[in-house]
């Protein structure tokens, strides 16, 4: 379950809260207690999210930026995708993948973005957005000059921009969602110690490993 405390529907007095739960789970649902979206999710963003009726409304103001970007939907969907692999958040690159593939991205193209340095499917351009994405997440926005040309050669200023801003914006929500354990992130840490049998002493390995 998620870190935070679910909000139930009869403690929520916003009206766009209310919108959405009503969009999204439906009217007669209480989102908190009887959990799944009409797409599938588990819903718990939404519900943890209501926490603060500011950050809500400023959240999803962000989401209706695509009403107006130039640009090409599949750029941005590319990057988004990549930013979650990238971020290792499961829920946002789960939920742009299959926003690739409602845009009739090809399953290969999809399957490829984990391994994209590797795979031929990709145009030059689409490399570029990947490296651009990779940069931006892995290296906090320390972008190579030959990177950048090539979104400059494909691409208009107020186009990169939108890249730029909607790619952090979901490495933003990639990790608040692992913090937070929302949605497909709801998952115990992978790495922990792995102890000895019982048992067994404990040696100094960099002795044994020295070859002294």
Known sequence: ??????????????????YFYDRLFGPDRDPAVDHGTVHATPGD??????????????????????RDATLDSTLRELGQCRAGYARG???VFSQHCK?????GVPEETIA???????????????????AYTDALVYDGGRVADAVFD?????????????????????DMHATICRALRLEY?????SVEEVRLPEGVQARDLSEDLSGK
């Open 1 to 18: 379950m998620p870190r935070l405390r679910e909000v139930p529907r009869a403690e929520v007095t916003d009206e766009r809260i209310l």
């Open 185 to 189: 992130d709801d998952r115990p840490e």
């Open 89 to 91: 958040s499961q829920f």
């Open 45 to 66: 963003w939404w519900t943890v999210f209501a926490q603060s009726p500011e950050v809500f409304r400023h959240a999803v103001r962000g989401f209706s930026v695509y």
């Open 99 to 103: 926003q690739m593939r409602s845009l």
């Open 112 to 130: 490829a973005i984990p391994h994209w340095q590797v795979a031929d499917c990709f145009s030059p351009l689409e490399r570029a957005v990947l």
């Open 150 to 170: 090539v979104l400059k050669a494909h691409l208009t200023d107020r186009e990169i921009l939108e890249l730029t801003y909607i790619t952090t914006l979901y």
